[in-house]
């Protein structure tokens, strides 16, 4: 694939040429989108349609026909319509063609697009020079990818509040909190005899923490919306995780026998419960094992349970609670007080509810819900569960999008701003300098500081993006 190498000069269309691809999915419907960008686009489209009259007003859309320009043959009767530089997409003036929806018709007009001066655009390249054009920073780029992959209501919306804006509001307004504090301290270094120093005011500086501690909880919930809520099922062998995951799932996925051990690998399916996006595991049974692959199995397991959001721990209440089940609780109960940790007392169709004095006084905190696998019962009740611990205090309704780069960059200016609050700071230049570079995080957050002049680090951004777009 050839590179490109896009200027950081917003003007770079007359090195890069004009661009074009079949924006809508392949496939047979009611229309395709041929979208063609750059400062030869409508030139272009005058070569391919058969009448363009009227072709200068921006927004209007024109029925004429697409036709091989060698032999003015007429291939489809389309729309099309223009968007002038700078009120378009991508900032350069814009063309689109909507031919009926045939693979072959949407290919060959893209094919008589190139072969009249356009090449074909890189995948996300559209959404990249309205980047570099300052028609939309990146989180607004990142918003959009999102909305394409959302997958679940709940994450459209966290995709749409970003594309609208909503991420990048916020970083401006705790941007210039930031600057305005360090504006203050600015006029202590700049006048030294005139001003006596007394000390940063550290109520501003916890208030611009809490609102990036604020911001962070709703980037890592839209990050949760778009991958989905990592939910593990885990237990002892023929504890009925297996069962547990086709029953939320209603669908036979799993292999499910009476031998322990069945599942020796890690199983995983996605599943929506009221707008939120689930990832279930299915994990081995975690026990002393001498089978090499079954201990393979059981070394996933544990691996998958470390990562997960929620961790399902089911106990075949029909066999009572093993030392091995008090074991894990004793130590997943130690390390995050239970707060992502259900208890599931499965099988209770076999037997009346058993008695579990021996969970209730010791993780009395810890949720415990009894199933049934094979018939339903208690399903209900274990998904509340679950989108309530997923919910987190209602933080997915404001959840918003961001890259682990943008949430790598929001980490080092929290931790920036952390050495001032955990610090008896008193030289205000070094505070001055801490408040500095958390403000340059955020400029690097929206993309507006050393971006557009790092080639490698936006072909990982936008190469994401489908070709279309």
Not at 27 to 48: H, L, Q
Not at 234 to 262: C, D, F, Q, Y
Not at 404 to 414: H, P, R, V
Request: proline share 2%; hydrophobic share 40%.
């Amino acid at each position: 694939m050839r590179k490109n190498n896009f200027a950081s000069d917003p003007d770079f269309d007359s090195d890069f040429g004009t661009i074009a691809a079949i924006s809508t999915a392949l496939g047979e419907g009611g229309i395709a989108i041929i979208r063609i960008s750059g400062s030869e686009a409508a030139n272009i489209a005058r070569k391919v349609l058969y009448d363009t009259r009227n072709f200068e007003t921006p927004g209007l859309m024109k029925l004429t026909s697409l036709i091989e320009p060698d032999s003015c043959e007429v291939l489809d009767r389309v729309l099309c319509v223009r968007f002038k530089s700078p009120k378009s997409y991508t900032g350069e003036d814009i063309v689109e063609i909507h031919t009926h929806g045939g693979i072959l018709l949407a290919r060959t007009c893209l094919q008589i697009i190139l072969r009249n001066g356009a090449r074909i655009a890189e995948p996300g390249e559209f959404t990249r020079r309205a980047f570099l054009n300052g028609r939309i920073d990146l989180s607004e780029a990142e918003g959009v990818l999102g909305v394409i992959k959302s997958q679940s209501m709940e994450s459209l919306r966290a995709s749409a509040r970003t594309l609208t804006g909503g991420l990048s509001e916020i970083v401006r307004e705790i941007y210039q909190e930031i600057l305005r504090v360090q504006g203050n301290l600015e006029i202590a270094l700049d006048f030294p005899e005139g001003v006596e120093f007394s000390g940063v005011d550290l109520r501003e500086v916890f208030a611009i923490r809490a609102r990036l501690d604020d911001l962070r909880s709703r980037c890592s919930a839209g990050i949760l919306l778009l991958n989905g809520v990592r939910v593990v099922i885990a237990g002892l062998p023929n504890a009925g995780k297996s069962s547990l995951m086709n029953a939320l799932l209603r669908k036979h996925r799993a292999i499910v026998t009476e031998i322990p051990g069945t599942t020796r690998d890690v199983i995983e399916e996605s599943v929506n419960f009221d707008g939120v996006p689930l990832r279930l595991t299915d994990t081995a049974g975690l026990r002393e094992s001498g089978d090499l692959i079954e201990r393979e199995g059981i070394e996933l397991a544990k691996n998958a349970i470390r990562e997960s959001d929620i961790c399902l721990w089911v106990i075949d209440s029909s066999r009572g609670i093993t030392d091995y089940d008090v074991k894990f609780l004793r130590e997943n109960h130690e390390k995050n007080h239970g707060a992502n940790l259900i208890i599931i007392l499965n099988k209770c169709d076999l037997q009346d509810k058993p008695e579990i004095s021996e969970l209730a006084s010791e993780f009395s905190d810890l949720r415990k819900i009894f199933i049934s696998a094979k018939t339903g019962a208690g399903l209900d009740d274990l998904k509340a569960a679950i989108l309530e611990i997923s919910r987190g205090g209602s933080v997915l309704d404001f959840g918003l999008n961001a890259s682990e780069k943008q949430m790598s960059y929001l980490d080092e200016a929290i931790e920036l701003v952390n050495q001032i609050c955990g610090n008896d700071l008193s030289d205000p230049d070094v505070i001055a300098g801490l408040l500095n570079s958390a403000r340059h995080c955020l400029m690097s957050m929206l993309g507006l500081e050393g971006f557009k002049n790092n080639e490698e680090l936006l072909d990982s951004i936008f190469s994401r993006f489908c070709v279309g777009k």
